[in-house]
């Protein structure tokens, strides 16, 4: 009696892997959906909405925790009948391997999230301090000296600085690497994710797949990821020859060029610097994050209760009663303030919402911060 054959476990392809992660997310957002209208009833709808980055982790965390964590397949896994194994000799992976996948793939870009913005204020500080340090020193060599240069060339470490303001936010971005990654997989066709990389964490069938269950990979895609990357890659460097050549110029012309706005901002005259001002100003005017220096900058003392509420029937009595109550907190209105579509809401509910996603809560029309208008009368 001749053996049975030996049965291998092949490993999954890219369609499969990126159908399993869709269903997941599908799934993950119906999680998400619950969680947030059983907080909102809870709680009311601004610490619903305050804490939606919070409740989404926490979602995600409890989805992968009922599956992953406990050694289960999930709902996308079940569907395109995938398993997750260690890297190539197919073993289940272990507790410590499926945890720190969970935790890389949703505690990471969380903490990301919240520590890279205050990072970056923090060196954008430093290399502004050094820059205007330099700009004190050179301007007082420039005057001290028998021969004024018309075209003072900065030195190496001053335009390394510059550039690395320039660019800070693309610097410290995750992104390059996120999208290497894709390309990566789009290639290859193992490691979806970047924890899954990082952790070896590869997908088999649990089935023979036939020749007529084979199917095309994303090459195409990785080629066209990989020349998206490399046109970007083009025009950053053709963007930051052209400040160099420009930084060369008569003192004031290049990126040494600098201008205090507002709450002393020092954002810099270079035409090319649209973006790292943008940033620059946005924190600065930021609420959240700066409120003293904008309260100094507007002339306008921080109040410890809203100016006007209308839970007086007295205040701003045009406005009917059934429309004194914000529509995001579900309390009589304070500091009532009008969108540019006309729906009225609280100062600071309007606001946190404009600030986390710009539209309005109603009719999902553009609305911007800057745009909202307080209501007096």
């Known amino acids: 009696m001749s053996p049975p054959a030996q ?8 369609p499969d892997i990126i159908r399993s992660h869709q269903k997941d997310a599908y799934f993950s957002g ?7 209208t059983l907080l909102r009833k809870l709680h009311g709808a601004r610490v619903a909405h305050t804490y939606n980055s919070e409740t989404r982790v926490f979602g995600e965390l409890l989805y992968l925790g009922l599956t992953t964590a406990i050694g289960n397949r999930t709902l996308g896994e079940e569907y395109c009948d995938i398993v997750q194994v260690e890297g190539q000799n197919g073993r289940l992976p272990a507790l410590g391997r499926r945890a720190g996948y969970i935790l890389g793939c949703i505690l990471g870009p969380y903490a990301l999230a919240r520590v890279l913005p205050v990072f970056r204020r923090r060196i954008r500080a430093k290399l502004e301090a050094n820059l205007r340090r330099h700009a004190r020193v050179q301007a007082k060599k420039q005057q001290s000296s028998d021969h004024k240069l018309d075209h003072p060339t ?3 470490g001053a335009r390394i600085q510059n550039y690395l303001l320039q660019n800070l936010d693309t610097i410290t971005s995750p992104s390059p690497i996120y999208a290497l990654s894709l390309a990566t997989f789009y290639f290859s066709g193992s490691y979806y994710h970047l924890s899954k990389r990082i952790w070896n964490l590869r997908y088999i069938f649990t089935r023979q797949v036939t020749d007529s269950d084979q199917r095309v990979g994303y090459e195409v895609l990785g080629v066209l990821l990989v020349l998206q990357m490399t046109v970007q890659a083009y025009f950053h460097l053709q ?3 052209t400040r160099d050549t420009a930084s060369s110029g008569p003192l004031g012309a290049g990126t040494g060029a600098t201008a205090i706005v507002g709450p002393g901002v020092e954002v810099s005259l270079d035409p090319n610097a649209y973006s790292t001002n943008n940033a620059l100003l946005f924190e600065a005017g930021n609420p959240a994050s700066a409120p003293s220096e904008l309260q100094k900058w507007t002339h306008t003392p921080a109040l410890e209760t809203p100016r006007y509420t209308l839970a007086d ?5 045009w406005i009917p009663e059934n429309n004194r109550k914000c529509t995001l907190c579900l309390e009589e209105m304070k500091d009532p303030s009008v969108t540019t579509c006309g729906h009225v ?6 606001s946190d919402w404009a600030r986390e996603k710009p539209e ?8 911007l911060v800057q745009h909202v208008l307080p209501l007096r009368g």
Not at 7 to 14: G, L, Q, R
Not at 30 to 36: A, D, H, T
């Open 7 to 14: 049965f291998t476990y092949p490993f999954a392809s890219s």
């Open 30 to 36: 119906v999680l998400l959906e619950q969680l947030s």
């Open 154 to 156: 900065p030195p190496i």
């Open 239 to 241: 963007t930051t020859m």
């Open 313 to 317: 029937e007295g205040t701003m009595a």
């Open 345 to 350: 809401f609280c100062w600071t509910c309007i």
């Open 360 to 367: 309005c809560p109603l009719c999902r029309q553009n609305c």
